[in-house]
Nanobody
């Protein structure tokens, strides 16, 4: 079992920044691909960003490319999502996920590539 706890969400004006963090416990964190997904009201959960277990590759959905940055600190068992230039359409519940799978793009960019999920943290961007 791997437990994931997100933090850092909140209310921010458009153009502002937030930093989400996900703390992991229970297993060897460094062996897991880590991802961030989000779900807006009335919409399906969507992929946002991922970083492979080696940290060698990162992936982003097109709408956040250049604005969001995912990083991991294996010494602290954390994965972070730095979100800049936030837009109202970024409003959603953001979920951290961990997957013990191949570090391939087609695996880490879909929800089925993950085994453990956090409870989510709300991000609200006002216009």
């Amino acid at each position: 079992q791997l437990q994931l706890v997100e933090s850092g969400g909140g209310l921010v004006q458009a153009g502002g920044s937030l930093r989400l963090s996900c703390a992991a416990s229970g297993h060897t964190f460094s062996s897991y691909n880590m991802g961030w997904f989000r779900q807006a009201p009335g919409k399906e959960r969507e992929f946002v960003a991922a970083i492979t277990w080696s940290g060698g590759s990162t992936y982003y959905t097109d709408s956040v490319q250049g604005r969001f940055t995912i990083s991991r600190d294996d010494a602290k068992n954390t994965v972070n999502l730095r979100m800049n230039s936030l837009k109202p359409e970024d409003t959603a519940v953001y979920y951290c996920a961990a997957g013990f799978r191949e570090d391939l793009r087609d695996v880490v960019t879909v929800s089925s590539g993950y085994d453990y999920w956090g409870q989510g943290t709300q991000v609200t961007v006002s216009s």
